[in-house]
């Protein structure tokens, strides 16, 4: 089992470039994550998938849209990168059937990305 | 706003004593609480939950404390070993939403 694998582990954008980082879980887990990690700032939550087909926002969701393609991937895309965006971003799964957040959340290894 | 808040960005213990991290939530919703642990380059694993309805959890040499009424939680460490050394950040949960604190940075010198 590889848990949570994600693409790329690294990327440098220029502003106004878009992107989409790849998120899979092999763990037949319902619900999927998209966090940001910025220093002294903790985890954030981007969007969450609580199944295949629906996404919803969560704490900081702008300048992002997500696809959840089948149960094992949901992806990530920025459409115009801006400087505000460099950061590092983390995928988690859990089995959560209602989306919800108590069940244990298992972590990618994150993609760390830049824009200039 | 910070709804979750660790105000040690960073902790130094000796290797066979106690650490003990804390952390703060204002939001009143919350209802389930969780510990993960990062090391650098990987992603956070989970470490050990608290539910709202309980004051005390144990797991091996690591245990969560919740204070309700203060809104604190707190994760002991007994006895903290070198492989500890890692960044731990505690988690706030409610049906719709999660939110983390900023991280504590601790450090287990042999």
Redesign the interface.
Known sequence: NAGVTQTPKFQVLKTGQSMTLQCAQDMNHNSMYWYRQDPGMGLRLIYYSASEGTTDKGEVPNGYNVSRLNKREFSLRLESAAPSQTSVYFCASSESVAGGFTDTQYFGPGTRLTVL | DQQ?K?NS?SLSVQEGRISILNCDYTNSMF??F?W?KKYP??????LI?I?SIKDKNEDGRFTVFLNKSAKHLSLHIVPSQPGDSAVY?C?A???????????TRLTVKP
């Open positions: 979750v660790q960005p209802d389930y969780l993960y380059a990987e992603g956070p694993t989970f939950s539910s950040f988690a949960s409610d049906l719709n939403d999660m939110r983390f604190g900023a991280g």
